[in-house]
Nanobody, 123 residues
Framework: QVQLVESGGGLVQAGGSLRLSCAAS????????MGWFRQAPGKEREFVAA????????YNADSVKGRFTISRDNAKNTVYLQMNSLKPEDTAAYYC????????????????WGQGTQVTVSS
């Protein structure tokens, strides 16, 4: 069992930056791949970024390439999402999720989910 708690969301102006954190419980964090997803009001949840168990492999959605960076610190049981050059269309609730070992862009492959943190980008 893995419990995930996101933090770092908030209100930011377009062009600004935020760093989201996702703290995981348990001693097996390093065996899980982690993903970030987001859901805007009235829209389906969509993939943002993922990282494998070691941090050696990452994958970003086209919509955030060059702006968002996913990373992890296994010693701290935490995964991060650095978001730069934010746009109003990035406004959404952001969720982190965990699955064994290999990364995936499909939410149905993730076993554990956090409660989400809201990001609002004003124009």
């Amino acid at each position: 069992q893995v419990q995930l708690v996101e933090s770092g969301g908030g209100l930011v102006q377009a062009g600004g930056s935020l760093r989201l954190s996702c703290a995981a419980s348990g001693r097996t964090f390093s065996s899980y791949a982690m993903g970030w997803f987001r859901q805007a009001p009235g829209k389906e949840r969509e993939f943002v970024a993922a990282i494998n168990w070691s941090g050696g492999s990452t994958y970003n959605a086209d919509s955030v390439k060059g702006r968002f960076t996913i990373s992890r610190d296994n010693a701290k049981n935490t995964v991060y999402l650095q978001m730069n050059s934010l746009k109003p269309e990035d406004t959404a609730a952001y969720y982190c999720a965990a699955r064994p070992v290999t990364l995936s862009a499909s939410e149905r492959n993730y076993l554990y989910w956090g409660q989400g943190t809201q990001v609002t980008v004003s124009s």
